[in-house]
């Protein structure tokens, strides 16, 4: 049992005062990541042990006052008043402040000292005050206020032990006895000019700041432009190409453990569920890790350097158009790579409804899990013809049409959301511009880390138990027939193979055994999936996808591709008795696809209107098991992952049908 005594410490400051450098420096990797109970407001918290004393750190949502204007801030205004049924009021408070702006950040503190709780003023980013000029008495502060005042510069690591020092005996701290005549801000920032006045010396000869020079070209509409979409090239470069050689290295360990696995276990339930189950899931969680790492690296860096926030101002007014703020463009710039990661860096949009519609629209940005689809069917059935002296391709056009198609959907999906369901004014973009500073590699790596293992923690074990899941509805029941007759035909290839026959009789060609073999485990493989729960729903839900063009295999196809949008093309290969080994660029798989045809029939299942139909479905579903299960991880709730499968469905069902029914009278 531990008995040791526990202290909470709220964490309080403006945004961008490095409120969350300095809890980060404090907790180090011993914090955990959640919502509060009823809200999709983030909550952080984090341990430290400082002798005896165990502290537990939590770190509220940035405010500028104590009276709240929005849910985060009332969030933070409840716990520092008891008012949250999650926590009781902290022993103590650490109100970070912005150095370089002390006027304007000690309008939050002079309300924190009027609670009598025990406060610590931490005056962070003093280098930056350093650099405008700026000398400030922390001494003289600290005797006028009666607390205790720290200087710092967190993202270094500067004055953290002396923080830890005075939480360390948090219990000989006192309460503040400030109480003003009036709540006016006039008069309050009146008393602050009297409590500032000898606290802050400044240069008598002005100049022009180093941020603000460096603005005057970051912020340019030309070339601040210019370079931020080179920035962002760079990002999704690395996302989108850099992380490839990461995931091609997973994928290559997770195969290589299947195999010994499949050495080391005999055919049977055991071996399949570990192999195409377990691992099938380690690997699907694994796979996303290196985009999400990157991804999260490189806003690490430019958040802390002080970029992020010129780049959401040159947004904002592109974004505004459809309600949105600047700060929604990278997370959606991220999802053409892949919409976990995406989904995940909307944690840095503040305001509750832009950040869900952010999210709600992140899956239709064309991520590279549809590529694959898109490759196979436009090689095997979108005709090569070219236009403008072969400089434009008719394939080349289908494909960025399906991009486009995806960012049309997220533009009115966008707005409807923002007029109906989340509805709500467009807030208007006021941020304060940070300091440019070197970002610190130490805390980059911590949150790097963070965000790694919270992927893993919360929605990899879902991930995984879905995958197993159809795994299973594949699987399951076993037809006896069917493993009967497999068995008996591989015995008797089995004895013609033996080394003493292929020695007496030269007319037995080995290889030609072995492709019979391949060729029979794959009729069963085929067979086993059309009796499977799995294939049996395909087959259930073919009247509903008829009217698509599709019959019972595409439906069976598109059930199992849930865990990942690019298993379609091993569910088609395993379907037309090619194995799950098939890819995209497969010559096998394309022209078996060419010649399927409907069952009863000589009608061929495949047409341009059915690939279309496919890969617009693809374009616009959310056939994407991680994505709903992250959605969920930053909602806390399963309300908002269902309600993006519903109408993502719904929507790709809808234009599916369109496409296939014009298709297929325009081509008639």
């Known amino acids: 049992m531990d008995n040791t005594k526990r202290t909470l410490v709220a964490l309080v400051g403006n945004p961008n005062s490095g409120k969350s450098t300095v809890f980060t420096a404090l907790a180090r990797i011993r914090q955990r990541v959640g919502n509060y109970p009823g809200v999709t407001v983030e909550k952080k918290t984090g341990d430290m042990m400082v002798g005896d004393q165990r502290i537990t750190l939590i770190d509220l949502p940035g405010t500028y006052s104590l009276v709240p204007n929005s849910i985060d801030e009332r969030v933070a205004v409840d716990i520092l008043h008891g008012r949250s049924p999650s926590s009781t009021p902290p022993d103590a408070i650490l109100c970070i402040l912005d150095a370089s702006n002390l006027r304007r950040n000690l309008y939050l503190a002079s309300q924190v000292l009027e609670l009598g709780i025990p406060t610590i003023l931490i005056l962070n980013m003093i280098d930056v005050a350093c650099r405008r000029g700026i000398g400030i008495d922390a001494e ?10 720290v200087v710092t510069q967190a993202n270094r690591g500067m004055g953290i032990d002396a923080i830890r020092e005075l939480l360390g005996r948090h219990d000989q701290l006192v309460s503040s006895s400030i109480r003003l005549n009036t709540r006016e801000a006039d008069a309050r920032y009146a008393w602050i000019d009297g409590i500032l006045n000898g606290v802050v010396q400044t240069n008598s000869r002005p100049s022009t700041d180093r941020s603000d020079r460096m603005d005057r070209f970051f912020l340019h509409k030309i070339w601040g432009s210019l370079f931020f979409f080179i920035v962002m ?27 010994l696995v499949a050495l080391a276990l005999p055919d049977g339930i055991l071996q399949s569920l570990v192999c195409d189950g377990i691992l099938a899931g380690v690997g699907a969680v694994l796979t996303f890790l290196p985009q999400i790492l990157l991804l999260f690296f490189f806003i690490a860096v430019l958040e802390d350097c002080g970029y992020m926030a010129r780049a959401a101002c040159l947004m904002d007014q592109w974004m505004s158009r459809v309600g949105l703020s600047g700060k929604s463009f990278i997370p959606l710039l991220a999802s053409f790579a892949c919409a976990v990661p995406g989904i995940m860096a909307t944690r840095v949009i503040e305001n509750r409804r832009d950040r869900l519609v952010t999210m709600l629209i992140a899956p239709l940005m064309c991520c590279s899990a549809r590529l694959p689809v898109y490759t196979l069917l436009i090689g095997a059935f979108i005709p090569k013809h070219h236009y403008l002296g072969n400089w434009i391709g008719l394939q080349g056009i289908t494909l960025v049409s399906l991009y486009v198609l995806g960012m049309l959907a997220a533009v009115i999906v966008a707005i409807v959301l923002k007029k109906t369901l989340l509805r709500g004014e467009t807030p208007s973009f006021i941020m304060e511009l940070p300091a440019y500073k070197r970002p610190s590699i130490k805390l980059v790596l911590y949150r790097i880390l963070e965000q790694g293992w919270e992927f893993i923690h919360q929605a990899g074990t879902l991930i995984l138990a879905v995958t197993i899941l159809v795994w299973a509805a594949a699987y399951f ?3 006896v027939k069917i493993e009967e007759t ?17 020695e007496h009789d030269p007319s037995i060609d080995a290889a030609a055994i072995a492709r019979r073999q391949k060729e029979i485990h794959n009729l069963f493989r085929a067979a086993q999936m059309q009796q499977s729960y799995l294939g049996r729903a395909g087959q259930w839900i073919e009247p509903v996808v008829r009217p698509l063009g599709w019959d019972w295999r595409i439906g069976c196809s598109v059930i199992a591709s849930f865990p990942a ?18 890819d995209e660029s497969s010559p096998t798989l394309r022209e078996r696809l060419r010649q399927a045809t409907w069952n009863g029939s000589n009608r061929p299942v495949f047409t341009v209107p059915v690939a279309l139909s496919i890969m617009v479905f693809f374009a616009l579903c959310a056939q994407c098991v991680a994505t709903l299960v992250v959605i969920r991880n930053e909602t806390k709730s399963w309300r908002w992952p269902a309600f993006t499968f519903a109408y993502m469905t719904i929507l790709a069902y809808v234009a599916a049908l369109i496409t296939y029914q014009v298709g297929t009278h325009w081509f008639s």
């Not at 003289?140 to 005042?149: H, I």
């Not at 690019?566 to 379907?575: M, Q, Y």
């Open 477 to 479: 029941p076993r037809d």
């Open 565 to 582: 949008r690019e298993s379609v093309i091993s569910a088609l290969g395993v379907i037309y008795h090619l194995g799950e080994e098939q």
């Open 233 to 259: 090239a760079l990002v999704f470069q690395a996302v989108y190409a850099w992380a490839e050689p990461m995931i091609h290295a997973v994928d290559t360990c997770v195969s290589w453990v299947g195999n």
């Open 140 to 149: 003289l502060l600290a005797k006028r206020l009666g607390v205790p005042v």
């Open 486 to 502: 497999y068995q008996r035909e591989l015995h008797s290839l089995a004895i013609l193979d033996c080394t003493e026959s292929a």
